[in-house]
């Protein structure tokens, strides 16, 4: 239901697009407030558990968005997925990277998190179409219940993982070895302002994307046939974009880099408004090459004690940004819908 989710709310549900922005907004803000304490949880308890409980909190949030009605229900199962995001957020990059580092894989961790983002992604889009084939046949009910279902079978994958060991005396990062006094007290007191610089750039560009794909899928009267299509491109260019962060080097550079020209892309939608779709394409595309740069970079700088906190505070700052953008987006489609 990846993308069909707004034309159920918008169309199905009769509420209005703005409205819509503001519950997804809502959610931001939940995500946003939630994620360093399930990040603390995360790591205090067990990244695994942290995954297990997301997934779990996912499912309810599925059929919640089937089952709610009114602006309550529909608040309620954006709340239930925001619980869900935030438990996961973090947790999957710090137990990818504890795994990579017990099985002495370090240095493949960067290439392993784009490769499995860009397939995550390209199998998203294969349900994405799948989707709206789906709702256009049998209808969003059944689109809905597959959703769930789906969602399920994430749950059970959660439980099938393993808890890496906890980390040797001496961490590894990159090719250097870290002292654990040193890496705690970079932990705790260098750590939020390295973080600065890596995440306040790429929150730019996750916002950039999020505001235009939002307009995209709201405004120019489409179905659920076009508005999957559309989807699934942006999809497709995300997971194109993790490809080729597979190939590039991780660093706060590279970020910085990579918001500049997003920045630029999105200008260029504003002096030439026909470009509108293919700059939604751009940005979706360097989201892509952005998340797994910043997300090497992140695991790399932060100690073992803290790994889901410090993912967790860069997926914190895009959901603020991101909150922002989408009410401004849902502010600027009103008019553009009467118009």
């Given at each position: 239901m ?10 199905e549900?009769?509420?209005p697009?703005a409205v ?5 907004a ?20 067990g990244?695994?558990v942290?995954?297990?409980i997301?997934?779990l909190?996912q499912?309810g ?7 709610g009605d009114?602006i ?5 199962a954006?709340?239930?997925v925001a619980?869900?995001d ?6 999957d990059?710090?137990?990818?990277y ?10 493949e961790?960067q290439?392993?998190e784009?490769?499995?983002?860009s397939?995550q992604?390209?199998?998203l889009v294969l ?6 084939a789906?709702v256009t046949r ?11 279902a789906?969602c399920?079978?994430g ?5 099938a993982m ?5 980390a040797?005396p001496?961490?590894?990062?990159g090719?250097?070895a ?10 705790r007191?260098?750590?939020p ?7 306040v750039?790429?929150a730019?560009?996750?916002g950039?994307?999020?505001a235009?794909s939002?307009?995209?899928?709201t405004t120019?009267g489409?179905?659920?046939a076009?508005?999957?299509?559309l ?5 497709l260019a ?8 597979s190939?590039?080097?991780a ?7 990579i918001?500049a020209?997003s920045a630029?892309?999105?200008a ?11 700059v939604?394409?751009?940005?979706s595309?360097?989201v892509?090459v952005m998340?797994?740069?910043?997300a090497a ?13 410090a ?7 895009d959901r603020?940004l ?11 489609t009103g008019p553009?819908?009467?118009?």
């Amino acid at each position: 239901m990846q993308g069909l989710y707004l034309l159920w709310w918008v169309q199905e549900k009769h509420v209005p697009a703005a409205v819509v922005a503001a519950l997804l907004a809502t959610g931001d803000l939940a995500i946003a407030a939630l994620e360093i304490p399930t990040g603390w949880l995360a790591d205090r308890y067990g990244h695994r558990v942290s995954l297990i409980i997301g997934s779990l909190a996912q499912v309810g949030g599925m059929v919640m968005c089937w089952l709610g009605d009114g602006i309550p229900g529909l608040l309620s199962a954006i709340l239930l997925v925001a619980v869900g995001d935030a438990f996961r957020s973090g947790a999957d990059q710090a137990l990818l990277y504890r795994s990579c580092v017990a099985l002495d894989r370090e240095s493949e961790f960067q290439r392993i998190e784009a490769r499995a983002r860009s397939i995550q992604l390209a199998a998203l889009v294969l349900m994405v179409l799948a989707g709206g084939a789906i709702v256009t046949r049998w209808g969003f009910a059944i689109g809905w219940l597959t959703e769930a279902a789906v969602c399920a079978i994430g749950l059970a994958i959660a439980c099938a993982m393993v808890e890496p060991p906890h980390a040797l005396p001496q961490e590894i990062a990159g090719d250097v070895a870290i002292d654990p006094s040193l890496a705690a007290a970079r932990s705790r007191v260098a750590l939020p302002r390295a973080l600065f610089g890596i995440v306040v750039p790429g929150a730019l560009v996750a916002g950039l994307s999020s505001a235009t794909s939002f307009v995209a899928q709201t405004t120019g009267g489409r179905g659920p046939a076009s508005v999957s299509l559309l989807v699934a491109l942006i999809t497709l260019a995300e997971a194109v974009g993790a490809l080729i962060a597979s190939r590039l080097t991780a660093s706060g550079r590279s970020v910085i880099t990579i918001a500049a020209a997003s920045a630029l892309v999105a200008a260029s939608a504003i002096a030439l408004p026909s470009a509108f779709l293919p700059v939604v394409v751009a940005l979706s595309l360097l989201v892509g090459v952005m998340h797994p740069l910043r997300a090497a970079a992140i695991q790399r700088m932060a100690g073992d004690d803290v790994r889901a906190r410090a993912a967790s505070i860069a997926s914190a700052c895009d959901r603020i940004l991101v909150t922002v953008t989408l009410v401004l987006a849902g502010w600027w489609t009103g008019p553009q819908r009467k118009s």
